[in-house]
């Protein structure tokens, strides 16, 4: 079975760092595109970054500049290096991929962000 499962999350203050990984497992296939979505309480779920087939990616505009998505081929996993954070990117961290017409999403990391 297709797994995707996050990890990373955690408190760090306004400017710090924080890097999310995925890991995809129980596949031969690839992920047509994979992501990451947040979601703070009250809030819907939103948009964060995603990396496509040719490493393309595309970021929300709240996290321009501050938060880079990359690949490692190696350790199958998906990676989110997170900079400059601010406390409104506090939020649960969704890892999500495409393949053959499925999404699939794991299970969340709580990022929070406080002084």
């Known amino acids: 079975q297709v797994q995707l499962v996050e990890s990373g999350g955690g408190l760090v203050q306004p400017g710090g760092s924080l890097r999310l990984s995925c890991a995809a497992s129980?596949?031969?296939?690839?992920?047509?595109?994979m992501g990451w979505f947040r979601q703070s309480p009250g809030k819907e779920r939103e948009f964060v970054a995603r990396v496509m087939t040719g490493h393309i990616t595309k970021y929300a505009e709240s996290v321009e500049g501050r938060f880079t998505i990359s690949r490692n081929s190696v350790q199958n996993t998906i990676n989110l290096q997170m900079n400059s954070l601010k406390p409104e990117d506090t939020a649960v961290y969704y890892c999500t991929g495409s393949m053959r017409g499925r999404d699939y999403w794991g299970q969340g990391t709580q990022v929070t962000v406080s002084s």
């Open positions: 129980g596949t031969r296939f690839s992920f047509t595109t």
